[in-house]
Structure formats: structure tokens, C-alpha cells
């Protein structure tokens, strides 16, 4: 079982920057990859970020890729994404996950995932 709590999410100005974090408990963190979503008012959620186990691999949607980043502390079970030059549209509810396997062909696919933390919200004003 692996219980997942986000935090820092928060109201930041276009072009600024926020740091998320993940923290997780239980022994069996670093055994799973992790991944960040998204989900805004009236839309599904969609992915982000995913990283493996011991965050050799990274894999990043096209709408964030140079932008966010994503990393992992697993002596500290905490997974980070660092969010750079924000827009009004990365206005949304983030969530982290335990990704089974780390695929860049299924990451993006919640059914990949098997547990949910409760969500962060950010909130970009223009």
C-alpha cells in the first residue's frame, strides 16, 4: 500500500514558477515509477510527467516539455515537479501516481496507475 500527498501548489502570475511535491509513505515507494496529471474545470485528466524508479528515465507531455520538470528523492520517498514559465492554461488540479511500469507507450494511461494522491491546485493568473 503506498499513500500519496501532494503539496505547493498555489496562485502564481503567468511566466512564474512553482515547485509540487509527492511525498509518499510506505516501503515500496522506490519500487515504483511516478507520474503527475492534471485535470482543469470541464476537462479529463491528462498527463504530465512520469519518471522510473531511480529517475534514469523521464517522459514528458509536448504541452510541458521544456517547462515542467520531474524528479525523485527516494531516500526522502518524495517525487518533485518543478514548473517553470507558467501559463494561464496549466490552471488545474495536479495529482501524482504510482506507475507500475515505466513505459513511454502506457505512462500515459491511468490504468497504469495504482494509487492517487488527493491533488494540489494551481492556479495561473494572466
Known amino acids: 500500500q503506498v499513500q500519496l500527498v501532494e503539496s505547493g501548489g498555489g496562485l502564481v502570475q503567468a511566466g512564474g514558477s512553482l515547485r509540487l511535491s509527492c511525498a509518499a509513505s510506505g516501503r515500496t515507494f522506490s519500487t515504483y515509477a511516478m507520474g503527475w496529471f492534471r485535470q482543469a474545470p470541464g476537462k479529463e485528466r491528462e498527463f504530465i510527467a512520469a519518471?522510473?524508479?531511480?529517475?534514469?528515465?523521464?517522459h514528458y507531455a509536448d504541452s510541458v516539455k521544456d517547462r515542467f520538470t520531474v524528479s525523485r528523492d527516494n531516500a526522502k520517498n518524495t517525487v518533485y515537479l518543478q514548473m517553470n514559465s507558467l501559463k494561464s492554461e496549466d490552471t488545474a488540479v495536479y495529482y501524482c501516481g504510482a506507475l507500475r511500469t515505466y513505459d513511454i507507450r502506457r505512462n500515459h494511461l491511468m490504468s497504469e496507475y495504482d494509487y492517487w494522491g488527493q491533488g494540489t491546485q494551481v492556479t495561473v493568473s494572466s
Open positions: 519518471i522510473n524508479w531511480n529517475g534514469g528515465r523521464r
